[in-house]
């Protein structure tokens, strides 16, 4: 058995061969998100040189035939692996008995197993490092340093990890393996040697000679003044330091200490994620991402424009504005800015203790005080009522994970409040903006070691400020004055059916009204309307029927939630306490269950005697689910069927479980669309498939034409069929014994 999963994975390696192969000729991508643990540098590996620097086309041959190479060894290998074991198999069977070959198989499993598992586990782990190996700079004056650091132990499974970053000035390539017992990463880092430098190491090697200058001259050149870097002590100048200095546009006074780093820091040295510590204390974040084939290194959201700057005992990263440390917390940001008293006001016990909080970084879209001041009146009331709705809303301002200005165009945000806003880039009288949901951004990354803060100049999602009344006044006027007699105060949810429909018989105001909560239909269960009507309410899933194909032609897809059998149009509506859902047609909720709707009707008295003769009743009583019923007329049965069934519990029993299904049909699920191939079967209590044919007007079940379609109760969905289910001889699913018929 062992073998024969081992032969069906190997097409898994040669595809990651492939993979490997066809990497060779992009040196654009190089995806990683590795944050190598603490660095230890071991040595310089080497000085390559290639004295006949092979053209593009000439290396991607060279590099095939190492992998070709590479590959066939490691089949070898893995045949070797499987033939061990079945070796091993088969020659301790022949040696000892049946009983036996039980101890010994289980003895030898421990061990083998063991052993196997490490071998297959080794064979991936060299291939998925073949383009780890093969992946190197070629030319003159390339010099290699490999950082190495220990793992701990994690208790953990096997993993093992290569992935290679493009640099400008380098490549960086990180092999991580990680076992139980602990582990080791190890960093390789390909660079222009002393001396040498280059403008893209990949596409040009090595080839700019450059003289090491003083860091005066050095300073001198990127136009700084003495006075921007003379307040290093001596000590500071006897040791190798790191500046981050912004573009030079004007003098400064001196480069301060928070800005400088100890030791040679260069951008490939960092990792996405990494901190840094200024000689002042001051916290850095580092963050580093692709833009086309390079990496780009941000620090503390400020862009590093030309990185890796060599002088003497220093070395320059040069970024587009002036670099400021982290704050400790976002919510010191906030506390500590007058701008910003009555956003802080509307913070809570919860959203203070986030902000405070190092477990996890946020991003925060604050308002000034000045920008709330010009806002309409309805939100300067709330602001004087110590928030109301104003006070949740704030959840909106708030996204987990930290974003800086040139990160956010095109994202879609999700809140802390599950609200989503687009950012997007604005040009307007030739000036270009970014935009949040409905707000502008006009000041941007304030960091702090927890997140990023943003001055925005409205509220991402003012709508939500309105009430459920301004909103419909717009949007459905004859809806509101069809609930003008309904008292509703508090939390409520609200489906608004289409508009004509708002005379029909089968349109009740209070069925489209539930009070006390603002309902999510991403959670599905059952609610209780304006008068106690209950109705069913969520996600339509296809959790029992085993055979279902629906593929559209043109028709406007089935919706993701719906009410009862009424589907939702589109994203809701939340505004003030309220939730409103546009419906295409009104809401039935019932007040009856299945067996009190059975009752009341006297054409389907046979076949409610036939639940209670069977015992089914009790089950449906005790029916968590929303079940489907085809229930056939009193007409349907002759006296002597009904007689023969009604006598024998057994044979009443799966009668009645043939026309019952374990989920919710509504008619859009049964009935074909004409643009659209439909191909579905619905599976009764008896494991039997039903199948559904027709349109809205004309539905039939397994050929049994539909009287009365979707009758929405509190518990069930009916339909009243004309009636019986033909005879089935091989009906169930997967299961070709006879079935009890009539």
Same mark, same amino acid.
């Given at each position: ?34 944050? =190598?643990?603490?660095?230890? /540098? ?78 297959? #586990? ?8 073949? =383009? ?32 290679? &970053? ?49 860091? $005066? ?21 006897? !040791? ?15 480069? =301060? ?85 009555? #956003? !802080? ?13 190092? $477990? ?50 095109? &994202? ?11 950012? &997007? +880039? ?23 070691? !927890?997140?990023?803060?943003?001055? /925005? ?105 719906? /009410? ?67 229930? =056939? ?5 002759? !006296? ?22 374990? $989920? ?21 209590? +008896? ?56």
């Amino acid at each position: 058995m062992r073998s024969i999963v081992l032969l069906l994975l190997f097409p898994g390696l040669l595809f990651a061969q492939l993979g490997a192969f066809y990497s060779l000729f992009d040196d654009a991508d190089y995806p990683s998100d590795e944050q =190598p643990r603490s660095r230890v /540098v071991s040595r310089v590996v080497s000085s390559q040189k290639d004295p006949d620097y092979l053209d593009r086309q000439q290396r991607i041959v060279t590099d095939l035939g190492k992998i070709v190479g590479q590959t066939n060894d490691l089949f070898s290998k893995l045949m070797g692996v499987i033939k061990d074991e079945a070796t091993a198999e088969v020659s301790d069977q022949a040696k000892v008995s049946d009983d036996s070959v039980k101890d010994s198989n289980r003895e030898r499993g421990s061990n083998t197993g063991s052993s196997t598992v490490n071998r297959v #586990f080794n064979l991936f782990d060299t291939i998925s490092s073949i =383009p780890f190996r093969n992946r190197r700079v070629s030319g003159d004056h390339v010099c290699v340093r490999e950082i190495t650091s220990r793992l701990t132990a994690t208790g953990g499974r096997r993993s093992s990890e290569h992935s290679c &970053q493009r640099f400008r000035k380098a490549q960086k390539c990180v092999e991580r393996r990680e076992t139980p017992s602990g582990g080791q990463e190890t960093a390789r880092l390909e660079e222009c040697c002393a001396g040498w430098d280059t403008e893209d190491i990949l596409s040009n090697g090595c080839t700019k000679r450059v003289e090491m200058a003083s860091l $005066e001259d050095r300073m001198r050149q990127l136009n700084y003044e003495r006075s921007d870097y003379a307040g290093l002590g001596m000590e500071e100048k006897r !040791n190798a330091v790191t500046y981050l200095l912004p573009k030079r546009t004007a003098n400064m006074a001196r480069a =301060p200490k928070a800005v400088i780093l100890r030791g040679i820091q260069k951008d490939y040295d960092w990792s996405n994620g990494d901190e840094l510590e200024s000689m002042d204390k001051g916290k850095y974040h580092v963050e580093q991402y692709n833009e086309g084939s390079q990496v780009i290194t941000q620090i503390n959201c400020a862009k590093l424009l030309r990185p890796n700057i060599e002088a003497d005992g220093a070395i320059v990263h040069m970024t587009d504005v002036e670099l400021h440390p982290a704050e400790h917390t976002l919510l010191k940001i906030l506390e500590g800015d007058a701008r910003f008293k009555q #956003f !802080n006001g509307l913070l809570n016990d919860d959203t203070r203790e986030l902000l405070s909080s190092p $477990e996890k970084k946020y991003t925060v879209f604050a308002i000034r005080d000045e920008d709330f001041d010009k806002m309409s009146d309805s939100v300067k009331e709330q602001l004087k009522l110590k928030g109301g709705c104003l006070k949740e809303l704030v959840y909106s301002h708030i996204v987990e994970g930290s974003y800086c200005r040139n990160s956010l165009p095109n &994202q879609f945000l999700v809140s802390l409040d599950g609200a989503s806003h687009k950012a &997007q +880039e604005w040009a307007k009288n030739g000036t270009s903006y970014l935009r949040i949901g409905d707000a502008r951004l006009v000041e941007g990354d304030y960091v702090a070691e !927890n997140g990023v803060l943003h001055v /925005v100049d409205d509220l991402l999602d003012g709508e939500r400020l309105l009430t459920w009344r301004d909103h419909l006044k717009v949007r459905a006027p004859e809806f509101v004055n069809a609930l003008s007699d309904l008292p509703i105060d508090g939390p409520v949810t609200i489906f608004v059916p289409p508009t004509e429909s708002l005379n029909s018989s089968k349109f009740d105001p209070k069925s489209s009204i539930i009070t006390g909560k603002t309902l999510d239909l991403s959670e599905s269960g059952i609610a209780s309307v304006h008068d106690g009507k209950k109705v069913f309410y969520g996600k339509p899933t296809r959790h029992v029927s085993p055979i279902s194909m629906r593929i559209s032609l043109g028709h406007s897809p089935r919706s993701s939630f719906r /009410v009862g059998c009424s589907e939702v149009l589109h994203a809701p509506i939340h505004s003030c306490n309220a939730a409103i859902y546009f419906v295409n047609k009104p809401i039935q909720a019932s007040s009856q269950s299945l067996l009190e709707y059975l009752s009341g009707r006297k054409d389907l008295s046979k076949f409610l005697e036939l639940i209670e003769r069977s015992g089914t009743d009790t089950l449906l009583r005790g029916h968590k689910s929303i079940l489907t019923i085809f229930a =056939p007329t009193n007409d349907a049965f002759s !006296n002597n069927e009904f007689r023969r069934l009604s006598a024998n519990t057994t044979l009443s029993a799966h009668f009645v479980k043939r026309y019952m299904v374990d $989920e919710p049909l509504c008619r859009s699920d049964l009935a074909h669309d004409p643009s659209e191939i439909k191909v579905e079967m619905y599976e009764n209590l +008896e494991g039997e498939g039903l199948t559904a044919e027709g349109d809205d007007d004309h539905l039939s079940i397994d050929g049994i034409a539909v009287l009365e379609p979707e009758i929405v109760l509190s518990d069930a969905i009916v339909y009243i069929l004309e009636g019986h289910f033909r005879r089935k001889t091989d009906g169930r699913l997967g299961d070709s014994r006879r079935v009890v018929s009539h």
